[in-house]
């Protein structure tokens, strides 16, 4: 890939390897980063993504929608 990509991650965790991730991060390769989703959730208060001012991390919430949580009630109710 060209230098300087962003990355954006909101799917699963295993789809991008963290420490490679890492690695193009601080050599530049990579110039930034979105995640919501990780290899091991919640992300642990001392991973190193914690400490780069250029990755940006939120919480993965898409299932926690008002929406989302009627949904699961309806299938589970015609279940």
């Known amino acids: 890939m060209k230098p300087g990509v962003v990355i954006v991650n909101c799917a699963r965790g295993e789809i991008i390897s963290e420490p490679d991730l890492l690695q193009a991060l601080e050599v530049g390769k990579v110039a930034g ?33 008002e929406e989302a949580q009627e949904k699961c009630g309806i299938e589970v109710a015609e279940v």
């Open 33 to 65: 980063a979105a995640l919501d989703v990780f290899v091991t959730e919640p992300l642990a208060a001392d991973h190193k993504f914690r400490t780069l001012p250029s990755v940006i991390l939120t919480p993965h919430l898409g299932a926690s929608t």
